[in-house]
């Protein structure tokens, strides 16, 4: 085997790009080009690096011809490949572009199966399932979940209709009876947490054979921090319903009780609305901005409430995990929440 001859300038580098190195098939050329300049023969460096003999006399050849290219890997040699460079790109630009359904296909979402049929149709490729999954994955392609997003909300109708509700909670706020409301669900089936545990053990959590689930709705008073909740099997219009009547024999004194609710159904239906005109404008309403969780301070009651009692937790019946979180709120009474920084933006001129 020829002798290799490297500078120590060269050296250091060379031995700082190694380290670095993330693919195993480099990092390996490279250690074997540092070895052979220290004089190892080739028996020592296959036996240390676990090789064959006639990859390092291949590494070394290429090296002392190639220098630092020597380390990149070659062109893959065999058949070529079923799919060209053009149908690659026309799978990205189906997967990222067209959808199924823009090209005749009854199908919401594309399939191994389904580009292989359109590549066909377009007379582009004529392969199998399996060579069209090798080629997503060599492409970067992945068979995972979406993500969900919301709608687009930047729109002009939008924007002003988000600062006007805005604007009326803020305003509601200044009243003496002003609520922010929101519902959330407790759950025998425990949400799952981060927890400490021993490196390399995973902590079992126990699960319920059936899963049990309770409604809470509660209301936040925004003067005093006072919490108000009622329970119940189910989230609709006449778990409100309750709580409402729970706010006006609490708060007798009260001419007025604004709440600030969000758009779901079981607050704006048709027994909600006869409630409130039955009322006698005594419960005011407010909505919310659609999307608009950080609008609504009772959020933050919720995460603590999950955070502190429902992950991880080991209760065994629903009656016991609700205990412990009524026992939580009525600990953690009054509240001292702010409003968000959405509202401090209301002050600035609408973009």
Known sequence: MES???APKERKELIRMMKREVKPSRR?????????????SPSEISGVLFCSRTTVYAVVGRFLREGRTAFDDRRRRGPRPLL?????????????EDAPASHGWLRSRWSCKLICLQLLRERLASASRETLR?????????????RPVAPEKDSEEQIEQKRARLEDVLQMTEEAGSFFQDETKLETNPKVGFCWMRKGKQKPLRTPGTNHKVWISGALNFATGRFHWVLGER?????FIRLLDHLRKTYR?????????????????????KYVEDSGGRVNLHSLPSWSPESNPVELVWWSLHEAVSRNHECAGLDDLVELAE?????RQPFELKL?????RLERPPP
Do not use: C, T
């Open 134 to 146: 090798r080629a997503l994955h060599r492409l970067g392609f992945r068979w995972r979940r979406p």
């Open 84 to 96: 060209s460079e053009e149908a690659h790109e026309r799978v990205e630009r189906l997967l990222k």
């Open 4 to 6: 290799i001859a490297i």
């Open 253 to 273: 004194r009260h001419k007025q009780l604004h709440l600030a609710v969000d758009n779901d159904s079981s607050h704006i239906s048709k027994r909600v609305r």
């Open 235 to 239: 989230r609709n219009d006449q778990l």
């Open 327 to 331: 026992e939580y709120l009525e600990e």
């Open 340 to 344: 968000g920084e959405v509202y401090g």
């Open 28 to 40: 390996l050329r490279m250690h074997i080009a540092l070895l052979a300049s220290d004089g190892r």
